[in-house]
């Protein structure tokens, strides 16, 4: 893993967690509770720019980087690395979020109202 | 100033009992949108002759199409509707005395039906009843603020359909520099909300003729405000200029932005509650009384419509909740007058479409929405010349183009009333600090309410102190915070070591004991606040790089970590010999790791390298051999509770939860009150599917540590997966005595 002082995502480790997470039982229920793909762009400082894609399958409760690539995404959510994080760790209410333009959602609105904070597991504390 | 005295009238800027009408703007903004926010509510239910004179064609005609709309008290039949709507509250505060609950709850003049309640508001009477009149044919005379508010009311009519404004002779007004510079100030920033569609010279040579009516030299003329004395002001003023966009996009904006609340809320009524939180959840008479219309219209609509009731079921509820916030800014936004509409059947989720309700045709919708939200004020033509219908139909196919911003021109929009409000108001107070009255008013709704100065300042890594420390005054507050934290009363300790540092602010052992107390009480943030302080004092602590390793690992900063990490082997007395100073600029967790395995078979015995590897690992994600690294030093210092903690913290992020929750055990029994050990618990337990066991631990550690974030806000998680939406009350308002009561361990 090559990963340096330049900076990587806080959402990365969130990510691979939950790629892990999506594979135990408790994640497969997020996945039959869920059932849509969301692809999710997150940008370092400003929402936009240098986004890494991610695509958050859960149909198939799969965690990969870059676009979804079997068609298009039930729904696109752009943010903020921190935002991300707040959001995912249940810190900043998506709704709030949203409307402090801190999260923009592309597609349908049904899907993106269920990405909530109950589809993350929690990081452990050491 | 607070922006809800300014718009409530508060008792600072009015006087009592007369509301703002002894000021002329104030008059001005009482009579447009109401004198206080409550009346304005109401007022914009109940257009008056003012607010909807004959000159404005663009409201269809159409009655009842609701069934049941004789009980629907907002039929948006302007006159004949306001004047149903009083009769039907005078009868009802008949007979149950809820008039004088209106006045009480009203704080300010009430409509002019109501005036014999309220014979003393003579003063407001007259200007609300002057108004009419005086849109057509302004009167000029009388005292000078009668005749201001007059003629800023003409003024403020010209903008309506866009007419060149005439200067006009008036008396001597005796205005003081300070109320021209207001004015000139105010109507700069006014015009461009009410000429948004027109040009610069347009809007400048209106603003010139008022102002040269005025006697106001207009060559010190404004940009709307001093740039650069408030940025954000500043910055938002240009965004939300820039973005002057069809109406369609705010009705996309808004109706995403209502599913997803409303989704929440079918989930979990957490939505409810956040929005609560955020603005306080006093009760409101007048918009109950509001609710009650509704919910019998609703109740009406039932034999109608079976399909959405249980739609209109929970909106109604959510109406309700959203209408027991009494923030005027949120009780004026769309989105609660659009879960209105929702709750009275009005609209419809058709295939999570938002669509008018068949029965309600959506001109009829798209007019109620003018008369709602602009409630004849003037931008109101500016927003209609977009086409209303057209919006309504757009909005009725629910598309939605998330375009970038949308948000800042809906919000921009949604201030405006309270913009007026304060306009009036701080007229009225003379200009005194009315500059930093606006910074604090838009301060207000740009501020994220939920971050108290605290909290940011703990992101931001400076340490937050708690109030009322009665250790400070201690003779010998490092003793005492040391023999607390033995004891395993971290709360305590802090406090302690909080008195030590500031009379020390020196002492690197007491900011780095406190550090250790706050990671032990689940709180990263403060911990690195309190570690930095000590390694200021002493750069070489090497528990200090490790424990900021730590923290900056859980807190997910893992490039900081790595630095700590191997600032920690660079001042190692016996490691430092292996740092390679060309490393320190690019540094990999591969080359650093590679480093300390390198210690580790130079010295096997010393647990803390392990350790340091541990971390490591947990940085690169590299979980067995993390695993591995914190049970090889667990064989040096089994007696070690953090070693335990951080065993089991691994074990949990690589998805073994059950052997976590064993090695939480270990450190639990040997440290019983070891806080972060009870959430990390909780968390194994949620991240395992198993909510209701993690409840009680979210609530063991909350028990010791009420200041920890993170597990408040994991609970809520916790509490919502568990259908436990009744006790999310006590999560919000953080009533451990319910929870624990509720969920004994």
């Known amino acids: 893993m090559a990963n340096s002082t330049d900076s990587p995502l806080k959402s990365d480790a969130l990510l691979e967690q939950l790629k892990q997470y999506l594979t135990t039982d408790a994640g497969k229920q997020v996945v039959k509770n869920i059932g849509h793909v969301y692809q999710i762009n997150i940008s370092p400082k400003k929402i936009g720019t240098d986004e890494v894609v991610y695509t958050i399958d859960l149909k198939k409760g799969e965690v990969t980087k870059g676009p979804y690539e079997g068609g298009k995404p039930d729904a696109t959510l752009s943010f903020k690395d921190e935002d991300f994080i707040k959001i995912a760790l249940g810190k900043m209410n998506p709704q709030m979020a949203f409307l402090r333009g801190a999260l923009k959602i592309k597609g349908s609105i049904s899907a993106a109202q269920k990405f909530t904070p109950d589809i993350f597991p929690k990081p452990a504390k050491l | ?745």
């Not at chain 2, 021209?180 to 015009?191: E, L, N, P, T």
């Not at chain 2, 100073?581 to 540094?587: A, G, R």
């Not at chain 2, 993170?710 to 436990?724: E, G, H, K, M, T």
Request: hydrophobic share 35%; aromatic share 10%; proline share 6%.
């Open chain 2, 1 to 745: 100033m607070a922006m809800r005295e300014l718009v409530t009238g508060g008792a600072a800027c009015a006087v009592p009992g007369s509301s703002s009408s002894s000021n002329p703007l104030g008059a001005l903004a009482n009579a447009l949108v109401g004198s206080s926010s409550k009346t304005q509510e109401r007022l914009r239910e109940i257009p008056t002759s003012q607010l909807t004179g004959p000159e404005r064609p663009f409201y269809p005609e159409s009655h009842g199409q609701l069934p049941g709309s004789e009980l629907d008290h907002p039929p948006f039949q302007p006159n004949e509707q306001a004047s149903k709507f009083f009769s039907g509250f005078h009868s009802a505060a008949d007979q149950s005395g809820l008039a004088s609950a209106w006045n009480e709850v009203q704080g300010g003049p009430p409509p002019p039906h109501l005036r014999e309640m309220q014979p003393g508001l003579a003063e407001f009477d007259r200007i609300y009843d002057q108004m009419p009149a005086s849109q057509h044919q302004p009167v000029f005379e009388g005292p000078p603020q009668r005749v201001l508010s007059n003629f800023l009311h003409s003024f403020v009519e010209t903008s309506r359909g866009g007419i060149p404004f005439h200067p006009t002779p008036l008396p001597l007004l005796g205005l003081s520099e300070g109320d021209k510079q207001c004015i000139r100030d105010r109507s700069s920033i006014m015009a461009r909300h009410f000429f948004a569609d027109k040009n610069e010279d347009f809007i400048n040579a209106q603003v010139n003729a008022l102002l040269s009516s005025l006697d106001i030299d207009s060559s010190k003329q404004v940009k709307g405000f001093q740039p650069g004395r408030f940025h954000e002001l500043e910055d938002y003023w240009n965004e939300s200029q820039a973005l002057q966009r069809p109406g369609g996009h705010i009705a996309d904006g808004w109706a995403s932005e209502y599913s997803l609340n409303r989704e929440k809320y079918a989930n979990h009524e957490g939505w409810a509650q956040s929005f609560e939180q955020q603005y306080g959840a006093n009760g409101w008479a007048s918009e109950f009384e509001q609710e009650k219309f509704q919910l019998a219209s609703a109740q009406q609509m039932a034999g109608g419509n079976m399909m959405n009731l249980s739609a209109m079921e929970q909106t109604r509820k959510l109406a309700n909740t959203l209408a027991e916030n009494n923030d005027p800014k949120f009780q004026n936004s769309k989105f609660l007058q659009f879960v209105s509409k929702m709750s009275r059947g009005e609209l419809i989720i058709d295939d999570n479409q938002v669509k008018p309700n068949s029965l309600s045709p959506s001109d009829n919708w798209a007019s109620e929405y003018q008369q709602q939200y602009s409630g004849g004020l003037p931008w109101a033509d500016e927003f209609v010349s977009n086409k209303t219908n057209q919006w309504a139909d757009e909005f009725a196919e629910g598309k939605q183009h998330a375009s970038d911003d949308q948000w800042v021109d809906e919000f921009s929009k949604l201030h405006m009333q309270d913009w007026v409000e304060e306009f009036g108001q701080q007229v009225g107070e003379g200009a005194s600090g009315e500059a930093d009255n606006w910074a604090n008013a838009y301060d207000e709704f740009l501020n994220e309410q939920v971050a108290a100065k605290g909290k940011t300042d703990a992101s931001n890594g400076i340490y937050v102190f708690s109030d009322m420390n009665p250790y400070v005054g201690h003779p010998n507050p490092l003793k005492e915070g040391q023999d607390l934290f033995r004891k395993g009363l971290l709360s305590e300790a802090v406090l302690a070591l909080e008195a030590e540092v500031m009379k020390n602010p020196e002492n690197s052992e007491g900011w780095r004991l406190l550090g250790i107390a706050h990671a032990e009480n689940d709180d990263d943030q403060q911990a690195i606040a309190a570690m930095k302080r000590a390694l200021d004092v002493d750069p070489t602590n090497l528990e200090v790089l490790l424990a900021l390793g730590v923290s900056h690992t859980n807190e997910l900063e893992q490039a900081a970590a790595l630095r700590y990490l191997y600032g920690y082997l660079q001042h190692h007395p016996k490691y430092g010999a292996l740092a390679r100073p060309e490393l320190s600029d690019s540094l990999y967790y591969a080359d650093v790791a590679g480093l300390f395995n390198e210690a580790a078979k130079m010295f096997p015995d010393d647990a803390d390298v392990h350790i340091v590897l541990g971390v490591l690992y947990n940085l690169s994600r590299e979980f067995d051999k993390a695993i591995a690294s914190f049970q090889t030093a667990l064989k040096l210092k089994p007696q070690d509770y953090s070693l335990w903690n951080k065993l089991g913290a691994t074990q949990a992020n690589s998805i073994q939860s059950a052997d976590a929750i064993l090695a939480y055990q270990q450190a639990l029994d040997l440290k019983p009150n070891y806080v972060r050990a009870w959430a990390n618990m909780g968390i194994s337990y949620a991240n395992q599917g198993l909510y209701e066991e993690s409840i009680k631990y979210y609530v063991r550690s909350l028990s010791m540590n009420p200041k920890a974030d993170n597990a408040w806000q994991y609970l809520r998680i916790s509490l919502s997966c568990a259908s436990r939406n009744d006790m999310l009350d006590a999560c919000d308002s953080r009533n451990l005595d319910v929870l624990q009561k509720e969920f004994p361990l």
